[in-house]
């Protein structure tokens, strides 16, 4: 079983920007697309973003497209998130997780990481 870390959250002021990174151990990510859910208090787990083993196709939720940016460097096993812009609904417990395929469904992912809290707030 692999462990999926995540980090670079915070707290940030309306309009402001954070890079969040899910890093791997055990593993190499190179196999896998990796995605990004978030969940705010009360709510339910809610995917974000999600980007393919190569890089070469990524997805977004409606909320956050043209905001929001996945990447990955597959030589540092690492996913990253860009989020500028950010809004005080973006406030949440960010997670990544990996599958051989994007799902667009938690229930399909089997490994998390412990999440990283985002803070948007004036």
């Known amino acids: 079983q692999y462990q999926l870390v995540e980090s670079g959250g915070g707290l940030v002021r309306p309009g402001g920007s954070l890079t969040l990174s899910c890093t791997a151990s055990?593993?190499?990510?190179?196999?896998?697309?990796v995605a990004w859910f978030r969940q705010a208090p009360g709510k339910e787990r809610e995917g974000v973003s999600c980007i393919s083993s190569s890089g070469g196709s990524a997805d977004y939720a409606d909320s956050v497209k043209g905001r929001f940016t996945i990447s990955r460097d597959n030589a540092k096993n690492t996913v990253y998130l860009q989020m500028n812009s950010l809004k005080p609904e973006d406030t949440g417990v960010y997670y990544c997780?990996?599958?051989?395929?994007?799902?667009?469904?938690?229930?399909?992912?089997?490994?998390w990481g412990q999440g990283t809290q985002v803070t948007v707030s004036a």
């Open positions: 997780a990996a599958e051989y395929v994007c799902q667009r469904s938690a229930a399909l992912y089997d490994s």
């Open positions: 055990r593993v190499s990510l190179d196999d896998y697309a």
